[in-house]
């Protein structure tokens, strides 16, 4: 059973700082990782994707992977207020011939003013 | 573009009830991906498609599930004789190719009394 852990939070930080949000997971050859964000009542839409160990940087986005230590996170610059959702990691490898993302439950933050 | 719609929106039924849920991918994604989303939860896979075909349904829960994709492209969810722990939200996404990015449906809130 592939597992995905997240810290559900929340986290909360002040507006104009640095969220950093981790996931950690249990399969080592999972092959791609994914972040989310998900508000309240909507469907999931994607952020960033990385795979490869090392970070990516999207504009106020950082993705971080260390496949050794089984381990992704995602920095937020600058947070602002309309960041306040739920921040869900997906990795997906191939089992049995398929492959199939695992989705953590997500991390809550909230940036507050 | 279009992206990922489903239909209805929202469904409210009675137990025992036989309900159809409806997927449209964004046009080419041969992947298609059924997931269930409980509050408080990440979404949880049930069915995958790669064509016409299912490629791995090992997430339905049980025998009153079934999912259909006959020309490769729109996707029905089945579920018969519904129970209230159905109550969830359907997510349906679809991608290029199993691997690739996932884009994801605004969901079908199914509220089983």
């Known amino acids: 059973q592939k597992e995905v852990e997240q810290n559900s939070g929340p986290l909360s930080v002040p507006e104009g700082a640095i969220a950093s949000l981790n996931c950690t997971y249990s399969d080592r050859v999972s092959q791609s990782f994914f972040w989310y964000r998900q508000y309240s009542g909507k469907s999931p839409e994607l952020i960033m994707s990385i795979y490869s160990n090392g970070d990516k940087e999207d504009g106020r986005f950082t993705a971080q992977l260390n496949k050794a230590s089984q381990y992704v996170s995602l920095l937020i610059r600058d947070s602002q207020p309309s960041d306040s959702a739920t921040y869900l990691c997906?990795?997906?490898?191939?089992?049995?011939?398929?492959?199939?993302?695992?989705f953590g439950r997500g991390t809550s933050l909230i940036v507050h003013p | 573009g279009a992206g990922v719609s489903q239909t209805p929106s929202n469904k409210v039924t009675e137990k025992g009830k036989y309900v159809e849920l409806r997927c449209d991918p964004i046009s080419g994604h041969t992947a298609l991906y059924w997931y269930r989303q409980s509050l408080g939860q990440g979404p949880e896979f049930l069915i995958y498609?790669?064509?016409?075909?299912?490629?791995?349904d090992s997430g339905l829960p049980n025998d009153r599930f079934f999912a259909v994709r006959p020309e490769g492209s729109v996707s029905t969810l089945k579920i018969q004789r519904t129970e209230r722990g159905d109550s969830a939200v359907y997510l349906c996404?679809?991608?290029?190719?199993?691997?690739?990015?996932?884009?994801f449906g605004p969901g079908t809130r199914l509220t089983v009394l």
């Open positions: 996404a679809s991608s290029w190719d199993p691997t690739d990015t996932q884009y």
């Open positions: 997906a990795v997906g490898g191939v089992t049995g011939g398929s492959y199939i993302p695992t």
């Open positions: 498609f790669q064509g016409t075909g299912a490629a791995d």
